[in-house]
């Protein structure tokens, strides 16, 4: 009796044994963009502040923003944004327990992948 | 004998070290969020590509200024919590702690720096 035995768990497998699947890729990429913001947040107040500073810093904060470099990193900050906010809108429909057998799981990522790419493309067009 | 409820012996010793407050608070956030991001993108990206006369005068306008400065808050609140679970889930120890100092030192800053130049655009 107070001999203790090992029995052989079974242990729950690494993240790189698993085949990449859609749940999971369109939950790290939550993650992803969501915590990438701080990029677009730090050229975002740095162009307030240069806007607020005088017309000759605004100038170059200005130039990096609307620069063909400024443009791509604002156009994937708009398509991380969109998805983060797909993404957060799915979170809180599983949060309320609905939503999480596999099937509608992976309608909701398509959704999420597809709507941020056409949110995106809506909001290029009309700014 | 001891005082204490088993609940209150139980509390704080979970991984989570506390309750579901920061999972309620990233709740708040993220539904303020769903309606400030989407009227931020739309402002912001009208005032980005002006001239600075214009900007100038576009942020002296309510509407835009306050959208711009509860994005800020409430986003980087929303950032700061969601950075520390990203944090607590890969970094221990000591580096876990500097990470979410910095991160907290990041939002904070990044809200009172835009903040200023929110107000000094609108007045």
Not at chain 1, 6 to 34: A, C, D, E, F
Not at chain 1, 43 to 56: D, H, N, R
Not at chain 2, 5 to 25: I, N, P, Q, V
Request: aromatic share 12%; charged share 15%.
């Amino acid at each position: 009796m107070a001999e203790v035995k090992r029995v052989q768990r079974p242990l729950s497998p690494h993240l790189q044994i698993y085949r990449p699947q859609l749940t999971s890729l369109t939950s790290i990429l939550t993650r992803i963009t969501g915590n990438a913001m701080f990029v677009t947040v730090i050229l975002i107040v740095w162009w307030l502040l240069a806007a607020a500073s005088g017309e000759g810093y605004f100038r170059v904060a200005n130039g990096v923003l609307t620069s063909w470099f400024g443009d791509l990193v604002l156009t994937l900050s708009a398509l991380g944004m969109w998805y983060h906010l797909l993404a957060g809108l799915r979170h809180l429909y599983f949060d309320s327990g609905r939503g999480l057998d596999i099937p509608t799981a992976e309608k909701l990522g398509i959704g999420c992948l597809v709507g941020s790419l056409v949110l995106t493309i809506l909001t290029v067009i009309l700014l | 004998m001891r005082y204490l409820t088993d609940r209150k012996r139980a509390a704080g010793l979970g991984s989570s070290k506390s309750g579901t407050e920061h999972f309620w608070h990233m709740q708040i956030s993220s539904v303020a969020l769903l309606f400030l991001v989407p009227a931020f993108i739309f402002t912001f990206g009208s005032a980005l590509g002006r001239r600075y006369e214009d900007v100038l005068d576009y942020y002296s306008h309510p509407f835009p200024a306050v959208v711009a400065a509860l994005t800020l808050i409430v986003g980087l609140i929303h950032f700061k919590n969601g950075a520390q679970v990203m944090i607590e889930d890969y970094a221990h120890g000591i580096t876990r702690k500097a990470l979410i100092i910095a991160a907290t030192c990041f939002s904070y800053c990044s809200i009172a720096i835009g903040l200023f130049a929110l107000v000094k655009l609108a007045l």
